[in-house]
């Protein structure tokens, strides 16, 4: 079975322009994650969606949005881009909800904001 | 949201030696996970913890929850250099999952 994909691999993007990533979860799984993470630091959580309805989100501004799809698959949208906003964006999918289903990682999204 | 603390940040270990990280809360945790990020990679999921006082082994890794349910341990005998990488402990609700601050094992040949 394929793993979780996200889409592009790598992205260079100016200060204020919008950027949608993408990420399709593995086949069965319901529910679709969504990390931040700076280098060398953990991931931060920005949004968890399940069965397409947004179930949490972290503590993000709302220049962050996202969405599920019929299908399960998701993008996550950044607005007016900050240079604060360059890391990598890493996708998971579960089965459940991820507190007590383990989150399967896709290789994520590397965003330079310049 | 929960957050957890994890100590130490960095380990250096010689090949061989054991290694621990530890994962503490303040508040009372439904579950545990671990996951293992190598450099440059993602996040991989190790275990799920669930019991008060619960221990699972994955070979050479030994997971503990602690009675309290407020912290937990990962500990590696006689690591290899495959064992470098991040070792992230999590914790949530029903909506989330958060990672804690992580503990980067430097294995050295």
């Known amino acids: 079975d394929a793993g979780v994909t996200q889409s592009p691999t790598h992205l260079i993007k100016t200060r204020g322009q919008q950027v949608t990533l993408r990420c399709s979860p593995i086949s069965g799984h319901k529910s679709v994650s969504w990390y931040q993470q700076v280098l060398g630091q953990g991931p931060q959580f920005i949004f968890q969606y399940y069965e397409k309805e947004e179930r949490g989100r972290g503590n993000f501004p709302d220049r962050f949005s996202a969405r599920q799809f019929p299908n399960y698959s998701s993008e996550l949208n950044v607005n007016a881009l900050l240079l604060g906003d360059s890391a990598l964006y890493l996708c998971?999918?579960?089965?459940?909800?991820?507190?007590?289903?383990?989150?399967?990682f896709g290789n994520g999204t590397r965003l330079t904001v310049t | 949201g929960q957050q957890v603390m994890q100590i130490p940040q960095y380990q250096h270990v010689q090949e061989g030696e054991d290694f621990t990280t530890y994962c503490n809360s303040s508040?009372?945790?439904?579950?545990i996970q671990w996951y293992k990020q190598r450099p440059g990679g993602h996040p991989v999921f190790l275990i799920q913890?669930?019991?008060?006082?619960e221990v699972k082994k994955q070979k050479r890794l030994t997971f503990q929850f602690g009675e309290a349910k407020k912290n937990s341990s990962l500990h590696i005998t006689a690591t290899q250099t495959t064992d470098v990488g991040t070792y992230f402990c999590?914790?949530?609700?029903?909506?989330?999952?958060?990672f804690g601050t992580g503990t980067r094992l430097t294995v050295i040949p």
């Open positions: 999590t914790s949530g609700g029903a909506n989330n999952l958060f």
């Open positions: 913890l669930v019991k008060s006082g």
């Open positions: 508040t009372t945790l439904s579950n």
């Open positions: 998971a999918s579960s089965r459940g909800v991820s507190y007590n289903s383990p989150l399967h």
